[in-house]
């Protein structure tokens, strides 16, 4: 009752807030204009003064109340909505739309046998430790993300909220409990101050999916923190899953204290039966499925069933075999079915998902190629620096040369054999013949037989401990075409871009003597380093992965009403560095006040507004650069504001130029708090929303450096307009300030988008071995099923199925020559 009721309280004052603050401004305007009018007298006067002073008051303690950090309960009932909606998306993205659940049967140390009834199981347990574990396919992520919706439906107050994410996301020798809060806000977009308060509050439940997707390493690291403090065994409830044989490795060195250990069994034939005959996509074909079922409840333990065990391997079979499953249980016989499967999924999902009549569909072979050349890029970590982007390249050179080497021998040999069949064709020397059959076989056999071994070398090094495959991050996909290169014209991009931008800067302001002089010697003087050091810059940048953007939903919701409400502030503060001074000049001057006294109170008033201008709530929450350069400024822009009313107090100046001058001087310092408070940990950032899918991320990089350039470009253009008459350094006219803005933001935008200028430039060279739009394919395949979202970055939809495009890529399919 308490949450709801100051839940009713934060929604009218809400509402409230922007018409207190529209009473505020329209009280200041109307006691500037009755002060000027004058004819009042002096009791007159501290009444009028009054009236914005209570309307201030008034929207002070409403925005104090809203700004109030929320109760830890009502945080927790706000994640726990978030969560259900999203978890309830994922498992409908595993499962598709109406395709029935498994309960999956599971066994606990000491069972005799295999039990249903997982969910149940774990709401019982006391502490809620548990480590899932089971073979690849096995349903422990479907596990997990049940166990996820069970424990919020419903939840009773009090209990952590349980928030799934991914293991890989993982940051060695960070404390877990600062690293889990960070990735809840990134995830689900609260304010850091809300998810620390949760985590430390034991608010939270961390479900920590894929565990044997980490290194070996960083995988004991993890376990090792969750287990050597005290608070964490004995409080902090955690669900993990794992791989049966990765764990079993893990827990003799690095066991997860106080925890239980559930094992998930492979599916019966009873299991399968009941989920094939309840799918929609075999319903229509009931009758052509018909053997199959019989077959798996006749031989519950045979080849058919034991082939489709797990829920990834029957997903795989009903995409593959849709329509017709002919073949299937003659396959499992053979013992390829999986490796058939797997061949199949890719063909079958394409056609799925685009009709006959499409004509923006993409060709089986190309979908198989393009992820192919994705999964091979991403599965040796995704090489993020140039020496292992540069071995990957000369592994894929080496494969390249192995089978074009392999084709020419085999096209020599053929030719010689069709020679050997046309005895009466002139000049045949048939002794010479057979011997390079001979030797075109002999060689063949050598080469496969180095083929064979060494792939069994690539596919042990692929399924190690220590080995990561990597996530297919956009931000990351330049390094396909030759990091050195992408490198080498990305300087040159940039330089010439900070070249030509700080020579038409120049130009524009004729900022140099002319006399005796050429028009483009000073500015190519000085063009021609700057640019040399942007290049330089260009070249060594390392790109992160960019935050996600959401261009339509800044302005709804609870993120909508943050950034309002401290748009409102900002303006606030905007109107009362001049309306504070003008407030004391009019009210000195209507008193009488002598010249000494004005400035006083103008100077005062000067201050006080200058220093609202200064973000020193945010100063906790900075970086060491920018807390030093807010430091350093603030007092300067506090000596302004106090130096600005000291010169005015005395004067005689009319209120609206008085207004006006002193807003153009408190602009850019009003606009650089806003940008600072929005940017601080304090509240998070309402242009990011939830990293449940990277799309966007290179949108967001764009239009971040395009604001943050504008920015300085402004501020620029700002202190050139200040320049004072009698001084003639440069030439400031409306043109010049207009190149100079345009100058400076297309080199300063350019910088600030690594990302995505190397994203660009990748897409030019990679044509060929991806498609033009790779962005529309991604999208594309993580809608048809096999690609999943993970935090900023996407992955394979089963690591399996990754492994084989890359091993079926090693073994000769889709080799494309390098670039």
């Not at 809400?14 to 007298?41: S, Y």
């Not at 994640?79 to 598709?96: K, M, N, P, T, Y």
């Not at 608070?231 to 669900?239: E, G, H, S």
């Not at 030439?731 to 190397?758: E, F, N």
């Amino acid at each position: 009752m308490e949450a709801k009721r100051e839940q009713r309280i934060h929604s009218v004052l809400r509402f409230l807030t922007p018409l207190l603050a529209l009473v505020t401004v329209g009280g200041l305007l109307w006691t500037v204009r009755t002060l000027v009018g004058g004819g009042l007298e002096p009791g007159d006067t501290a009444g009028v003064v009054a009236v914005p002073l209570a309307a201030l008051a008034a929207w002070l303690a409403a925005v104090a109340i809203l700004k109030r950090r929320p109760e830890a309960e009502a945080s927790a009932n706000r994640l726990a909505g978030l969560v259900r909606a999203e978890e309830r998306a994922a498992l409908a993205r595993l499962l598709g739309d109406g395709t029935p659940g498994i309960d999956t049967r599971f066994r606990t140390p000491g069972d005799p046998r295999p039990r249903a009834g997982a969910v149940d199981h774990v709401r019982t347990l006391r502490p809620r430790r548990v480590v899932i574990t089971g073979e690849a396919g096995a349903g422990k992520t479907m596990l997990a993300t049940r166990l996820v919706l069970a424990l919020l439906e419903p939840r009773e107050p009090g209990t952590p909220v349980p928030v799934r994410v991914p293991a890989t996301a993982w940051e060695p020798g960070r404390p877990f409990e600062e690293w889990f809060a960070e990735q809840i806000s990134r995830l689900y977009a609260l304010s850091a101050a809300e998810t620390r308060a949760l985590v430390t509050g034991h608010h939270v439940m961390p479900v920590i999916d894929g565990v044997d997707e980490m290194a070996g390493t960083l995988a004991a690291a993890l376990l090792d923190q969750l287990s050597s403090d005290r608070r964490n065994m004995d409080q902090r409830p955690v669900i993990l899953t794992c791989r049966a044989e990765p764990y079993e490795r893990l827990r003799e060195e690095h066991p997860l204290a106080n925890a239980h250990h559930l094992a998930v069994e492979p599916l019966t034939g009873a299991q399968a039966v009941s989920f094939l005959a309840d799918h929609p996509r075999v319903r229509p074909n009931a009758e052509r499925w018909e053997p199959v079922l019989t077959e798996l409840r006749t031989a519950p333990d045979g080849p058919l069933a034991h082939s489709l065990s797990s829920p990834w391997r029957l997903t795989l079979a009903v995409t593959a075999y849709a329509r017709d499953p002919a073949g299937l249980v003659e396959r499992a016989a053979a013992g390829d079915l999986y490796e058939h499967l797997l061949s199949r999924y890719i063909p079958a999902t394409v056609r799925l998902h685009f009709a006959e009549e499409d004509e923006r569909a993409y060709a089986e072979e190309d979908v198989r190629r393009w992820l192919s050349e994705l999964a091979w890029h991403v599965g040796l970590n995704g090489p993020e620096s140039d020496e292992d982007a540069t071995a990957v390249q000369g592994l894929r050179r080496h494969i390249a040369s192995f089978y074009a080497v392999r084709a020419d021998i085999a096209e020599t040999g053929e030719r010689a054999r069709q020679l050997l069949a046309a005895p009466d064709a002139p000049g045949i020397d048939p002794v010479r013949l057979r011997e390079t059959v001979d030797w075109a076989e002999a060689r063949l056999a050598e080469l496969d037989t180095a083929r064979r071994r060494r792939m069994g070398e690539f596919e042990r090094l692929l399924r190690s401990d220590d080995h990561v495959l990597g996530d297919l991050t956009p931000a990351r996909l330049w390094s396909m075409a030759g990091p050195r290169r992408i490198r080498a014209l990305d300087a040159l991009i940039g330089g010439s871009a900070a070249l030509t931008g700080v020579f038409a800067v120049l130009v524009a302001l004729r900022g140099w003597p002319s006399t005796g002089s050429a028009w483009y010697g000073h500015p190519a003087l000085w063009a021609v380093p700057v640019g040399m050091l942007v290049a330089w810059v260009s070249y060594c940048q390392e790109p992160q992965t960019p935050l996600r953007l959401d261009v339509r939903g800044p302005w709804r919701g609870r993120r909508g009403r943050q950034l309002l409400a401290l748009l409102g502030s900002a303006l606030l503060r905007l109107l009362a560095a001049p309306g504070l001074i003008v407030l004391a000049h009019a009210s000195a001057s209507a008193l009488g006040a002598s010249d000494l006294v004005r400035s006083v109170a103008a100077g005062a008033a000067g201050t006080v507004s200058f220093a609202l201008l200064v973000p020193w709530r945010a100063l906790g929450s900075m970086p060491p650069i920018r807390r030093t350069v807010v430091l350093l400024s603030g007092p300067l822009t506090v000596f302004i504001g106090g130096a600005i009313g000291v010169v005015l107090g005395p004067q005689d100046v009319r209120a609206a130029d008085m207004m006006l001058g002193i807003g153009a001087i408190a602009l850019v310092p009003a606009v650089a708090w806003f940008v600072i408070q929005r940017n601080s940990r304090a509240e998070p950032d309402p242009w990011v929303t939830r990293q449940h899918s990277p799309r966007g991320g290179m949108l967001g990089e764009v239009v971040r450096a395009t604001q943050h350039a504008m920015l300085i470009a402004a501020f620029n253009c700002w202190t050139l307009a200040l320049q004072p008459p009698a001084v003639d350094l440069f030439t400031i006219t409306p043109t010049s300030l207009v190149v100079t803005g345009i100058a400076l933001t297309v080199p300063l935008a350019l910088l600030g988008m690594p990302a995505s200028r190397r994203y660009l430039l990748a897409l030019f060279f990679l044509r060929g071995r991806l498609p033009f739009r790779l962005g529309r394919f991604v999208r594309w395949a993580y809608g048809a099923g096999l690609l999943r979202a993970a935090g900023p970055a996407y992955q394979f939809r089963h690591q399996e199925l990754h492994e084989w495009l890359i091993l079926s890529y090693y073994a000769g399919e889709n080799v494309t020559p390098p670039r």
